[in-house]
Protein backbone atom coordinates (compact mmCIF):
# COMPACT_ATOMS: atom_id res chain seq x y z
CA UNK A 1 0.00 0.00 0.00
CA UNK A 2 1.34 3.75 -0.86
CA UNK A 3 2.39 5.81 2.40
CA UNK A 4 0.60 8.54 2.93
CA UNK A 5 1.93 12.37 1.84
CA UNK A 6 1.98 14.82 4.18
CA UNK A 7 2.24 18.23 3.33
CA UNK A 8 3.39 21.17 6.09
CA UNK A 9 2.99 24.37 5.87
CA UNK A 10 5.85 26.47 7.88
CA UNK A 11 7.94 22.94 7.54
CA UNK A 12 11.13 24.88 8.06
CA UNK A 13 10.20 26.66 10.50
CA UNK A 14 10.80 25.67 14.35
CA UNK A 15 8.24 23.42 15.30
CA UNK A 16 7.57 22.45 11.54
CA UNK A 17 11.00 21.15 10.99
CA UNK A 18 10.98 19.36 14.82
CA UNK A 19 7.47 17.83 13.75
CA UNK A 20 8.79 16.70 10.18
CA UNK A 21 12.28 15.31 11.93
CA UNK A 22 9.80 13.23 14.31
CA UNK A 23 6.97 11.77 11.61
CA UNK A 24 10.57 10.40 9.81
CA UNK A 25 11.46 8.63 12.75
CA UNK A 26 7.96 7.50 13.98
CA UNK A 27 6.06 6.67 10.92
CA UNK A 28 6.90 5.66 7.22
CA UNK A 29 5.15 8.69 5.33
CA UNK A 30 6.41 10.75 2.92
CA UNK A 31 6.57 14.63 3.69
CA UNK A 32 6.10 17.90 1.44
CA UNK A 33 8.21 20.86 3.46
CA UNK A 34 6.50 23.97 2.10
CA UNK A 35 6.69 27.85 2.41
CA UNK A 36 7.70 31.12 1.15
CA UNK A 37 11.48 30.40 0.92
CA UNK A 38 12.09 27.60 -1.82
CA UNK A 39 15.72 27.80 -0.33
CA UNK A 40 15.00 27.44 3.32
CA UNK A 41 12.52 24.69 2.49
CA UNK A 42 15.05 23.04 -0.06
CA UNK A 43 17.95 22.97 2.71
CA UNK A 44 15.88 21.41 5.63
CA UNK A 45 14.00 18.38 3.22
CA UNK A 46 17.77 18.01 2.07
CA UNK A 47 19.42 17.91 6.08
CA UNK A 48 16.43 15.20 6.77
CA UNK A 49 16.87 13.02 4.16
CA UNK A 50 20.82 12.81 4.90
CA UNK A 51 19.75 12.61 8.43
CA UNK A 52 17.89 9.59 7.74
CA UNK A 53 19.29 8.44 4.97
CA UNK A 54 16.26 8.15 3.06
CA UNK A 55 14.53 10.52 0.75
CA UNK A 56 11.36 11.06 1.87
CA UNK A 57 11.34 14.24 2.08
CA UNK A 58 10.74 16.86 -0.79
CA UNK A 59 11.24 20.99 0.09
CA UNK A 60 8.89 23.52 -2.24
CA UNK A 61 8.07 27.35 -2.21
CA UNK A 62 4.41 28.00 -1.61
CA UNK A 63 2.44 30.75 0.04
CA UNK A 64 -0.85 29.99 2.00
CA UNK A 65 -2.19 33.20 0.43
CA UNK A 66 -2.12 31.77 -2.83
CA UNK A 67 -5.57 29.66 -2.95
CA UNK A 68 -4.49 28.24 -7.09
CA UNK A 69 -0.81 27.39 -5.99
CA UNK A 70 -2.23 25.97 -2.87
CA UNK A 71 -5.03 23.79 -4.32
CA UNK A 72 -2.51 22.00 -7.06
CA UNK A 73 -0.05 21.16 -4.54
CA UNK A 74 -2.61 20.02 -2.13
CA UNK A 75 -4.05 17.43 -4.39
CA UNK A 76 -0.35 15.34 -4.35
CA UNK A 77 -0.84 15.13 -0.41
CA UNK A 78 -3.03 13.50 2.06
CA UNK A 79 -2.95 15.50 5.01
CA UNK A 80 -1.85 19.05 5.16
CA UNK A 81 -0.63 19.87 8.55
CA UNK A 82 -0.79 23.94 9.17
CA UNK A 83 2.48 24.69 11.01
CA UNK A 84 2.84 28.31 9.77
CA UNK A 85 2.83 31.73 11.59
CA UNK A 86 0.04 32.77 8.83
CA UNK A 87 -3.30 32.40 10.45
CA UNK A 88 -4.94 35.29 8.51
CA UNK A 89 -4.47 32.68 5.62
CA UNK A 90 -7.18 30.47 7.64
CA UNK A 91 -9.90 30.33 5.11
CA UNK A 92 -7.35 29.96 2.09
CA UNK A 93 -5.90 27.19 3.58
CA UNK A 94 -9.36 25.52 4.24
CA UNK A 95 -10.84 26.27 1.29
CA UNK A 96 -7.65 24.55 -0.67
CA UNK A 97 -7.82 21.75 1.40
CA UNK A 98 -11.44 21.39 0.63
CA UNK A 99 -10.84 22.06 -2.97
CA UNK A 100 -8.07 19.09 -3.00
CA UNK A 101 -10.65 16.59 -1.36
CA UNK A 102 -7.76 16.17 1.68
CA UNK A 103 -7.47 16.30 5.23
CA UNK A 104 -6.35 18.72 7.57
CA UNK A 105 -4.73 19.44 10.84
CA UNK A 106 -3.15 22.41 12.61
CA UNK A 107 -0.88 23.81 15.10
CA UNK A 108 -1.60 27.28 16.12
CA UNK A 109 -2.43 28.99 19.07
CA UNK A 110 -5.69 28.88 20.36
CA UNK A 111 -8.05 31.64 18.47
CA UNK A 112 -11.33 32.21 18.67
CA UNK A 113 -11.15 33.75 14.38
CA UNK A 114 -9.46 30.59 13.52
CA UNK A 115 -12.12 27.99 14.88
CA UNK A 116 -15.03 30.64 13.63
CA UNK A 117 -13.89 30.02 9.95
CA UNK A 118 -13.07 26.22 10.98
CA UNK A 119 -16.68 26.00 12.04
CA UNK A 120 -18.29 27.62 9.20
CA UNK A 121 -16.88 25.29 6.83
CA UNK A 122 -18.30 21.79 9.06
CA UNK A 123 -21.13 21.09 6.68
CA UNK A 124 -18.44 20.48 3.58
CA UNK A 125 -15.78 19.41 5.87
CA UNK A 126 -18.34 16.22 6.82
CA UNK A 127 -20.46 16.40 3.42
CA UNK A 128 -16.80 15.39 1.66
CA UNK A 129 -15.94 12.77 4.43
CA UNK A 130 -12.81 14.57 5.72
CA UNK A 131 -10.88 14.79 8.90
CA UNK A 132 -9.92 18.37 10.03
CA UNK A 133 -8.08 18.20 13.70
CA UNK A 134 -7.41 21.41 14.82
CA UNK A 135 -5.75 23.24 17.78
CA UNK A 136 -3.11 20.54 18.11
CA UNK A 137 0.11 20.77 20.03
CA UNK A 138 0.88 21.58 24.02
CA UNK A 139 -1.28 24.23 24.85
CA UNK A 140 -3.65 23.67 23.33
CA UNK A 141 -3.93 20.16 22.83
CA UNK A 142 -3.07 18.17 25.87
CA UNK A 143 -4.91 19.96 29.00
CA UNK A 144 -7.74 18.56 28.63
CA UNK A 145 -5.85 15.17 27.20
CA UNK A 146 -4.57 15.23 30.80
CA UNK A 147 -7.81 15.73 32.72
CA UNK A 148 -9.26 13.20 30.45
CA UNK A 149 -6.01 10.67 31.58
CA UNK A 150 -5.98 11.59 35.30
CA UNK A 151 -9.43 11.11 35.62
CA UNK A 152 -9.34 6.80 35.44
CA UNK A 153 -7.80 7.31 38.91
CA UNK A 154 -10.89 8.72 40.19
CA UNK A 155 -14.42 7.47 40.74
CA UNK A 156 -15.81 10.80 41.04
CA UNK A 157 -13.42 13.84 39.87
CA UNK A 158 -13.75 17.16 41.83
CA UNK A 159 -11.22 19.12 40.81
CA UNK A 160 -8.58 19.21 37.81
CA UNK A 161 -6.72 21.90 37.31
CA UNK A 162 -3.44 21.83 34.66
CA UNK A 163 -0.71 24.52 34.52
CA UNK A 164 2.04 24.91 32.29
CA UNK A 165 5.08 26.74 32.47
CA UNK A 166 7.22 27.59 29.02
CA UNK A 167 10.58 28.66 29.54
CA UNK A 168 12.54 29.67 25.66
CA UNK A 169 16.27 30.77 25.25
CA UNK A 170 14.86 33.18 23.08
CA UNK A 171 18.28 34.38 22.07
CA UNK A 172 18.29 31.12 20.34
CA UNK A 173 15.62 31.25 17.86
CA UNK A 174 15.14 33.04 14.69
CA UNK A 175 11.31 34.27 14.99
CA UNK A 176 9.68 35.48 11.76
CA UNK A 177 7.57 39.16 11.89
CA UNK A 178 4.59 36.75 11.58
CA UNK A 179 5.69 34.54 14.58
CA UNK A 180 5.87 37.20 16.42
CA UNK A 181 2.64 38.96 15.58
CA UNK A 182 0.64 35.97 16.00
CA UNK A 183 2.18 35.60 19.13
CA UNK A 184 1.60 38.79 20.68
CA UNK A 185 -2.32 38.80 19.43
CA UNK A 186 -3.07 35.50 20.78
CA UNK A 187 -1.70 37.18 23.97
CA UNK A 188 -3.46 40.26 23.93
CA UNK A 189 -7.07 38.21 23.21
CA UNK A 190 -7.14 35.28 25.56
CA UNK A 191 -9.95 35.26 28.46
CA UNK A 192 -9.06 35.11 31.67
CA UNK A 193 -11.44 32.45 32.59
CA UNK A 194 -11.76 29.35 34.78
CA UNK A 195 -14.45 26.78 36.43
CA UNK A 196 -15.59 27.55 39.72
CA UNK A 197 -18.26 26.55 42.14
CA UNK A 198 -19.97 24.52 38.89
CA UNK A 199 -19.99 27.67 36.62
CA UNK A 200 -16.95 29.43 34.60
CA UNK A 201 -16.04 33.05 36.12
CA UNK A 202 -13.51 35.59 34.61
CA UNK A 203 -10.58 35.98 36.90
CA UNK A 204 -10.57 39.62 38.63
CA UNK A 205 -7.07 41.22 39.48
CA UNK A 206 -8.51 42.29 43.18
CA UNK A 207 -9.15 38.37 43.90
CA UNK A 208 -5.44 37.27 44.45
CA UNK A 209 -6.68 33.56 44.44
CA UNK A 210 -7.79 33.90 41.30
CA UNK A 211 -4.09 33.63 40.14
CA UNK A 212 -2.55 30.71 41.74
CA UNK A 213 0.41 29.87 42.76
CA UNK A 214 1.58 27.12 41.60
CA UNK A 215 4.59 24.66 41.81
CA UNK A 216 6.49 23.21 38.81
CA UNK A 217 9.34 20.91 40.09
CA UNK A 218 12.37 21.81 41.71
CA UNK A 219 14.09 22.95 38.60
CA UNK A 220 11.39 25.70 38.25
CA UNK A 221 9.86 26.21 41.59
CA UNK A 222 6.32 28.14 42.53
CA UNK A 223 5.02 30.44 39.54
CA UNK A 224 1.84 32.47 40.04
CA UNK A 225 -0.37 31.79 37.03
CA UNK A 226 -2.71 33.24 35.21
CA UNK A 227 -6.08 31.68 33.66
CA UNK A 228 -6.40 31.33 30.27
CA UNK A 229 -9.27 29.86 28.65
CA UNK A 230 -8.75 26.81 25.87
CA UNK A 231 -11.93 26.03 23.56
CA UNK A 232 -10.93 22.07 24.61
CA UNK A 233 -11.93 23.03 27.99
CA UNK A 234 -15.28 23.64 27.53
CA UNK A 235 -16.54 20.69 27.81
CA UNK A 236 -14.75 19.23 30.97
CA UNK A 237 -17.42 19.92 33.29
CA UNK A 238 -19.96 18.55 30.51
CA UNK A 239 -17.98 15.15 30.53
CA UNK A 240 -17.07 15.15 34.32
CA UNK A 241 -20.69 16.79 36.06
CA UNK A 242 -19.28 16.25 39.33
CA UNK A 243 -16.19 18.73 38.65
CA UNK A 244 -16.42 21.79 40.92
CA UNK A 245 -12.95 23.66 39.49
CA UNK A 246 -11.22 23.24 36.50
CA UNK A 247 -9.06 25.62 34.13
CA UNK A 248 -5.70 26.10 32.13
CA UNK A 249 -3.18 28.06 34.20
CA UNK A 250 0.09 29.60 32.36
CA UNK A 251 3.14 30.93 34.39
CA UNK A 252 4.45 33.93 32.83
CA UNK A 253 7.89 34.64 30.69
CA UNK A 254 9.81 36.93 33.14
CA UNK A 255 9.39 40.60 34.99
CA UNK A 256 9.84 42.13 32.81
CA UNK A 257 7.20 41.14 29.77
CA UNK A 258 4.55 40.33 32.72
CA UNK A 259 4.71 43.79 34.60
CA UNK A 260 5.56 45.79 31.71
CA UNK A 261 5.10 44.91 28.16
CA UNK A 262 1.84 42.93 29.01
CA UNK A 263 0.18 45.68 30.94
CA UNK A 264 1.18 48.39 28.34
CA UNK A 265 -0.06 45.90 25.68
CA UNK A 266 -3.24 45.56 27.42
CA UNK A 267 -4.06 49.01 27.35
CA UNK A 268 -3.22 49.97 24.46
CA UNK A 269 -5.73 47.17 23.16
CA UNK A 270 -8.58 48.72 25.42
CA UNK A 271 -7.65 52.07 23.95
CA UNK A 272 -7.19 51.41 20.40
CA UNK A 273 -8.61 47.65 19.89
CA UNK A 274 -8.31 47.63 15.91
CA UNK A 275 -4.80 49.52 15.97
CA UNK A 276 -1.48 48.04 15.31
CA UNK A 277 0.67 46.87 17.64
CA UNK A 278 4.39 47.27 15.73
CA UNK A 279 5.94 48.73 18.78
CA UNK A 280 4.20 46.19 21.74
CA UNK A 281 5.76 43.33 19.09
CA UNK A 282 9.17 44.46 19.14
CA UNK A 283 9.41 45.17 22.69
CA UNK A 284 7.88 42.39 23.30
CA UNK A 285 10.60 40.54 21.38
CA UNK A 286 13.01 42.74 22.65
CA UNK A 287 12.03 41.86 26.34
CA UNK A 288 11.43 38.24 25.73
CA UNK A 289 15.67 37.75 24.34
CA UNK A 290 17.13 40.36 26.91
CA UNK A 291 15.53 39.36 30.28
CA UNK A 292 14.72 35.61 30.04
CA UNK A 293 17.14 33.32 32.07
CA UNK A 294 17.91 29.96 32.50
CA UNK A 295 16.38 27.36 33.44
CA UNK A 296 14.59 26.64 30.54
CA UNK A 297 12.39 24.00 29.77
CA UNK A 298 8.64 23.28 29.55
CA UNK A 299 6.16 21.85 32.23
CA UNK A 300 2.67 21.07 31.72
CA UNK A 301 1.14 19.51 34.87
CA UNK A 302 -2.49 18.51 35.98
CA UNK A 303 -3.24 18.47 39.68
CA UNK A 304 -6.95 16.76 40.22
CA UNK A 305 -8.56 15.59 43.80
CA UNK A 306 -11.39 13.67 43.94
CA UNK A 307 -13.10 9.79 45.62
CA UNK A 308 -11.77 6.26 44.55
CA UNK A 309 -13.56 3.35 46.19
CA UNK A 310 -14.94 6.00 49.25
CA UNK A 311 -11.80 7.65 49.57
CA UNK A 312 -10.67 11.19 49.12
CA UNK A 313 -7.76 10.88 46.40
CA UNK A 314 -5.64 13.29 44.95
CA UNK A 315 -3.10 12.84 41.96
CA UNK A 316 -0.46 15.04 40.08
CA UNK A 317 0.53 14.15 36.75
CA UNK A 318 3.76 15.89 35.47
CA UNK A 319 5.25 16.35 31.53
CA UNK A 320 8.90 18.04 31.35
CA UNK A 321 10.66 18.82 28.18
CA UNK A 322 13.57 20.32 27.64
CA UNK A 323 13.04 21.85 23.77
CA UNK A 324 9.63 23.72 23.86
CA UNK A 325 9.39 23.16 20.19
CA UNK A 326 10.26 19.45 20.58
CA UNK A 327 6.93 19.45 23.33
CA UNK A 328 5.16 20.69 20.73
CA UNK A 329 5.70 18.28 18.15
CA UNK A 330 6.07 15.29 20.21
CA UNK A 331 1.94 15.05 21.01
CA UNK A 332 1.22 16.16 17.14
CA UNK A 333 3.36 13.17 16.23
CA UNK A 334 1.13 11.17 18.70
CA UNK A 335 -1.79 12.56 17.65
CA UNK A 336 -1.31 11.52 13.83
CA UNK A 337 0.49 7.98 14.61
CA UNK A 338 -3.35 7.23 15.88
CA UNK A 339 -4.40 8.85 12.72
CA UNK A 340 -2.31 6.65 10.42
CA UNK A 341 -3.76 3.71 12.38
CA UNK A 342 -6.70 4.56 11.81
CA UNK A 343 -8.51 5.07 15.10
CA UNK A 344 -9.23 8.53 15.19
CA UNK A 345 -9.85 9.03 11.38
CA UNK A 346 -13.54 10.17 10.61
CA UNK A 347 -15.01 12.77 8.86
CA UNK A 348 -16.20 16.25 10.58
CA UNK A 349 -14.59 19.01 12.18
CA UNK A 350 -12.62 17.88 15.70
CA UNK A 351 -10.17 19.30 18.59
CA UNK A 352 -7.12 17.15 19.41
CA UNK A 353 -7.99 17.10 22.78
CA UNK A 354 -11.03 15.41 22.28
CA UNK A 355 -10.43 12.73 19.49
CA UNK A 356 -7.32 11.11 20.32
CA UNK A 357 -7.15 8.36 23.08
CA UNK A 358 -5.29 9.66 26.42
CA UNK A 359 -3.33 6.94 27.64
CA UNK A 360 -2.05 6.10 23.74
CA UNK A 361 -0.82 8.78 23.22
CA UNK A 362 0.65 9.38 26.78
CA UNK A 363 2.58 6.54 26.21
CA UNK A 364 3.44 7.41 23.04
CA UNK A 365 4.81 10.74 23.92
CA UNK A 366 6.90 9.40 26.73
CA UNK A 367 8.19 7.27 24.16
CA UNK A 368 9.54 9.89 22.14
CA UNK A 369 10.76 11.85 24.84
CA UNK A 370 8.30 13.34 27.31
CA UNK A 371 9.22 13.26 30.81
CA UNK A 372 6.12 11.68 32.59
CA UNK A 373 6.00 11.93 36.51
CA UNK A 374 2.66 10.67 38.36
CA UNK A 375 2.18 11.36 42.09
CA UNK A 376 -0.75 10.36 43.98
CA UNK A 377 -1.77 11.24 47.53
CA UNK A 378 -0.43 14.84 47.29
CA UNK A 379 -1.58 17.47 49.68
CA UNK A 380 -2.68 20.64 48.47
CA UNK A 381 -2.46 23.95 50.11
CA UNK A 382 -5.88 25.38 49.49
CA UNK A 383 -3.54 28.63 48.32
CA UNK A 384 -1.51 26.94 45.31
CA UNK A 385 -4.78 24.98 43.94
CA UNK A 386 -8.00 26.99 42.74
Known amino acids: MKEKTFLILGGYGNTGFALAWLLLRETAVNLVLAGRNFNKAYKAATVLNETFEENRVTGIQLDA ?20 STTQYTQTVISAALAANIDY ?37 LPAVLIRYIAQYFDTLQKANVAGLF ?9 SKATVDDFVSEILNYRPLFFRNYRWQKALMRRMNDYPKIHFGEKFGWHYCTPMFLEEM ?29 PL ?3 RQEIYPRGKHKWINALMDWGLKKFSKPPFGTVLKVEAAGEKDNHANEMELQLYHQDAYK ?48 SHSIKFASSQMV
Request: proline share 4%; aromatic share 10%; charged share 20%.
Open 65 to 84: ANFNNLKRFFKSADVVIDAS
Open 167 to 175: RLDWNQLTL
Open 105 to 141: LDIHLSSAKKLAVLKSNCFEIEKQGLCFITDCGFHPG
Open 234 to 262: RNIPVVFPEIEESGFFAAGFNWFVDGIVL
Open 265 to 267: AML
Open 327 to 374: FTAIPVTACLRQYLNGTIRKPGLWLMAHIVEPKELLDDMENMGIRVQK
